[in-house]
């Protein structure tokens, strides 16, 4: 489907203005001052891809890891 957007549909008064005559002029500006000075929401970091399971890796299209093996010094 393509979007087929015309200039004058995007216009942002008329919204305005039907807010303004619903809410109010001071509920739209303390609105819109309280939107501007919050802080964006982050999206949450994506997992470490050294950390997956081996399944995960491979549903992703990540080569395999080779099995574990532990070193001398870590089977104390």
Avoid: F, K
């Avoid at 303390?30 to 890796?57: E, F, G, N, T, V």
């Amino acid at each position: 489907m393509i979007a087929d957007l015309h200039p004058q549909s995007a216009r942002l008064a008329p919204a305005i203005h039907r807010l303004i005559a619903r809410h109010g002029a001071t509920a739209v500006l303390w609105a819109a001052i309280r939107a501007a000075l919050m802080p964006r929401r982050r999206r949450p970091r994506p997992p470490d891809p050294y950390l997956l399971s081996p399944h995960m890796r491979r549903d992703i299209g990540l080569p395999p890891t080779g099995p574990h093996v532990p070193r001398y010094y870590e089977l104390r």
